[in-house]
């Protein structure tokens, strides 16, 4: 067996003055660690800093895609598109990330009415985001599973919450009665232990929420970029010539697809300079008929001659400035 080496007095003594020094020394460092986090915890909670100079209104985006709200930042703040911000709404204090900077304000809106940046959004302020991000992704699910005992002829997708967790709105669609939805958020604040606002939302906004791809094969325009729905019509298609087929008209939210519009202009446009269909034209080869455009082109399909039996008739493909409009009598 090994021999046990006894260790002198004054050995023993060192070897614990040098443990004693090194625990003392571990301990301040722990101190030291907790003070910062209390200092970072009472700027979260305490007033934000006062602002005297002058303001700038400013564009807030809460979603990525989501709607511009105008808010005045102070000038000091020297704001740039992107920066994550806090402010003051309805809801309470949330964040948002800067759109656009010395922003123009739509006619009869003075900047006087705008409430006002807060702060830019500091580390605690991001852990707080990501947190109530997590907290709303747990209330879709208890609020689905309310929909569920409660038979509701609902569909919920989304939540979102304010920064401090006191408030949230909890977006659906559906057709529920007014005493359902009372009942319903009623049980959703008790699970969640806050105020809730139930939003029913139409195909439109739930298809921009749960975004996806086109049948283009792009991602959905409503969740890249558009900030707002404009009105599309079954005229807007017929004027570009396309196809009537459901499937080739309508998104994957079954309405007229938004990009209907977007060259409607331009087809209406160009299209003046061209005869109309079934107008009769003078061509090359005689009097024929306009059975078709192609406006980008501008170009005319003739059919000649315009009456007689089909199997005699020719089509033919012209410049519209190889046709000359026959007057009408």
Request: charged share 30%; with cysteine; hydrophobic share 35%.
């Amino acid at each position: 067996m090994d021999e046990v080496k006894d260790i002198a007095p004054d050995e023993n003594q060192e070897w614990s003055d040098e443990i004693e020094t090194w625990l003392d020394e571990y301990q301040e460092a722990l101190d030291d660690t907790q003070d910062e986090l209390d200092v970072q915890a009472e700027s979260g909670s305490a007033q934000n800093p006062e602002f005297t100079g002058p303001t700038t209104p400013v564009g807030i985006r809460f979603q990525p895609a989501g709607k511009v709200y105008h808010f005045v930042a102070p000038v000091e703040m020297e704001l740039r598109r992107d920066d994550w911000v806090v402010m003051e709404t309805v809801y309470g204090e949330q964040a948002g990330q800067v759109s656009e900077t010395n922003a123009k304000l739509p006619d009869g809106i003075s900047p006087k009415r705008l409430k006002i940046v807060l702060r830019r959004a500091n580390g605690l302020d991001m852990a707080r985001y990501q947190l109530m991000r997590e907290r709303a992704e747990r209330m879709v699910e208890v609020a689905r599973e309310e929909v569920v005992a409660q038979k509701l002829d609902m569909k919920v997708f989304s939540a979102e919450f304010a920064l401090d967790g006191s408030s949230a709105i909890l977006l659906c669609t559906g057709n529920s009665n007014k005493r359902d939805l009372t009942n319903f958020r009623r049980r959703i604040a008790s699970r969640m232990n806050c105020r809730v606002e139930i939003r029913t939302v139409g195909p439109r906004d739930h298809a921009k929420a749960l975004c996806g791809y086109g049948v283009c094969g792009e991602p959905r325009c409503c969740c890249r970029f558009l900030t707002e729905f404009q009105t599309v019509s079954i005229r807007m298609a017929k004027d570009q010539a396309i196809s009537m087929a459901p499937t080739d008209i309508t998104g994957m939210c079954g309405r007229l697809r938004c990009c209907l519009a977007y060259e409607h202009e331009v087809y209406k446009e160009e299209a003046k300079s061209l005869p109309k269909i079934k107008a009769r034209v003078q061509t090359e080869k005689g009097v024929g008929r306009v059975i078709d455009l192609d406006i980008l082109k501008g170009e005319v399909v003739v059919e000649v001659p315009p009456d007689g039996p089909r199997v005699e008739r020719e089509r033919i493909r012209l410049s519209a400035d190889e046709v000359k409009v026959i007057p009408q009598k």
